[in-house]
């Protein structure tokens, strides 16, 4: 089964309305819609903005569906010269910016419990991620996402991601849902279109540009369901 997850509607409405024989479910507030999708077995939910929402829609995945792929799916703020308005990012890891104990002497990032910083996605899976996303002539850049509960929109907030963690896109759950997949031993990969620029300029981008840059990402999602 392979679990598909959105933070917001318009990054998984898409999705939902090419599955067939659906069943939903509602649990812990979070809607449920599992079926086919491009002829594989797939469960699809809306989380919620943030990563709280993001954990708990994953782990309900892997323990209510047995999920062995989950793939998030949406929009991110551009951290690299090399993403633009359209473009996908797709995660060799993923961190959370926002994690800090760096007082009690640990590295800024660092996830206590686990121990490490970088939360590395499933090679194979990105590759087909990559493919999927050239095959339909969409400029692609592969690295590090950073999740944080915040939106980031500050030319400081940027830079501080991208020295501390060597980011190219920034949002707000894949961490977690990353975080969920290590601990539970299932294969993630996030795929981000950028829709806007995440420093000052962000207000004006992200309104004008999110349409495009959820319907890149549901494109590249269903280019890959042909590839797995």
């Known amino acids: 089964m392979i679990g598909i997850i959105g933070a917001m509607q318009i990054e998984v409405e898409a999705l939902k309305a090419r599955m067939t024989d659906i069943k939903t479910e509602n649990i812990s507030g979070i809607e449920f819609v599992s079926g086919k999708l491009c002829g594989k077995d797939a469960v699809v939910a809306q989380c919620g903005i943030g990563k709280v929402f993001a954990a708990l829609c994953a782990q309900t995945m892997i323990l209510r569906y047995n999920t062995d792929i989950l793939i998030n799916t949406g929009v991110a703020g551009s951290l690299s010269t090399s993403l633009s308005i359209g473009d996908i990012a797709v995660s060799t890891a993923c961190v959370q910016h926002d994690m ?26 990105c590759d087909k991620i990559c493919e999927s996303a050239e095959g339909l002539g969409i400029n ?13 929109s500050s030319s400081e907030k940027k830079k501080y991601i991208v020295d501390n963690f060597g980011a190219i896109a920034c949002e707000m759950e894949g961490g977690a849902i990353a975080h969920v997949c290590y601990v539970n031993g299932v294969r993630y990969a996030v795929i981000r279109s950028i829709s806007d620029s995440a420093d000052g300029s962000a207000h ?9 840059a959820a319907e890149r990402s549901t494109n590249v999602v269903t280019a890959l369901l042909d590839r797995l």
């Open 140 to 152: 692609t850049l592969r690295g590090i996402i950073a999740s944080g509960d915040c939106f980031v």
């Open 100 to 125: 800090d104990t760096s007082p009690l002497g640990d590295p800024v990032g660092l996830l206590s419990g686990i121990n490490v910083i970088e939360l590395p996605a499933d090679a194979e899976l």
């Open 204 to 212: 004006m981008d992200y309104g004008e540009f999110i349409g495009l």
